[in-house]
């Protein structure tokens, strides 16, 4: 009984230091979305995911290379290099808390899709916890008798669709391809999607931005390491309930290096989204249809 406490707690130790990475990824972006374009930031962002990558990967040996559906990995690049740069975009122009709670929005979106493309059943639960999800996120972008709108609540939710319509791709295939192929080759073909228009807006970046661009790099491969290590101890639902303090977490970074505070409308937004997909979250995974792939959208 004991040890299987200490495993649940260093599992949701292991998944609370990804949220931390997650921040850290999010806040250099934002940073680097004021100074640079988005593009030009993906760019960065995962050229050097991909070289501090492969020294691991070597290290652990050749089979970690090995791919049989390198067509596959081409149009995850594709799809990865559009979700980013509507993030990097979108996030630039609004808050920390904003972007996080309209990141909340992909389970719902996903559920849609897999719907569509995976011909999953969808109970109406399910239907009803995805309505309520965005009136939710509608609530944060445009409060009722608002005439202001959220614009950058667009390139957000392209970004969520992106992702999702990506994690439709490792429902299919993530088992049948090793987890460090997977990493590897999505950063490599979005590296190589956003090089011509990247260097075709070349902005010569400063020495700060060179080392936030090597941050980026490194704290998405330091998410997936610190997922990786939670996904080995707990079960995928046991995690649900802790993905609400990534919101936490947004409203100190976005406070802290940003001088944000979240207004009304997006903590009101919050308290109807964060429950919902985490409800949601937990009845996918009992009822058979999550995947721990879901967990690692944000950066495969």
């Known amino acids: 009984m004991a040890e299987a ?14 949220l931390v990475a997650c921040q850290i990824n999010d806040a250099a972006m934002k940073f680097l979305s004021v100074r640079l374009d988005p593009i030009q930031t993906t760019f960065m962002r995962f050229s050097f995911a991909v070289l501090l990558l492969l020294p691991v990967m070597l290290a652990v040996g050749m089979r970690t290379f090995s791919t049989v559906r390198p067509a596959l990995h081409f149009f995850r690049g594709a799809i990865l290099f559009a979700a980013t740069a509507c993030w990097c975009w979108g996030l630039g122009r609004t808050s920390m808390a904003m972007a996080v709670l309209i990141g909340f929005s992909m389970p719902l979106i996903l559920l849609i899709l897999a719907r569509i493309f995976l011909g999953e059943r969808v109970s109406l639960w399910r239907w009803c916890a995805t309505a309520v999800g965005f009136i939710g996120i509608a609530v944060a972008t445009n409060p009722p008798g608002s005439a202001c709108f959220n614009w950058a609540a667009v390139p957000l939710l392209l970004s969520a669709t992106f992702f999702a319509i990506l994690d439709i791709f490792n429902r299919r295939y ?24 990247a260097i075709s807006r070349w902005v010569s970046p400063s020495p700060l931005d060179w080392l936030l661009a090597v941050s980026l790099g490194a704290s998405a491969n330091l998410l997936l390491f610190c997922l990786m290590r939670a996904l080995r101890l707990i079960e995928a639902s046991a995690t649900a309930p802790y993905r609400n303090v990534e919101f936490l977490f947004s409203l100190v970074t976005g406070y802290v290096f940003f001088g944000e505070i979240a207004d009304g409308p997006t903590l009101i937004g919050a308290a109807i989204v964060l429950p919902t997909t985490v409800a949601l979250a937990i009845y996918e995974s009992r009822a058979g249809g999550g995947s721990k792939t879901e967990h690692f959208h944000s950066c495969c």
Do not use: C, D, N
Request: charged share 15%.
């Open 5 to 18: 406490r200490q495993k649940y707690v260093h599992g949701v130790l292991w998944f609370l230091l990804s």
């Open 174 to 197: 993530a088992e049948k391809e090793p987890l460090w192929a997977m990493i590897l080759y999505g950063s490599l073909w979005t590296a190589v999607f956003s090089a011509w228009p």
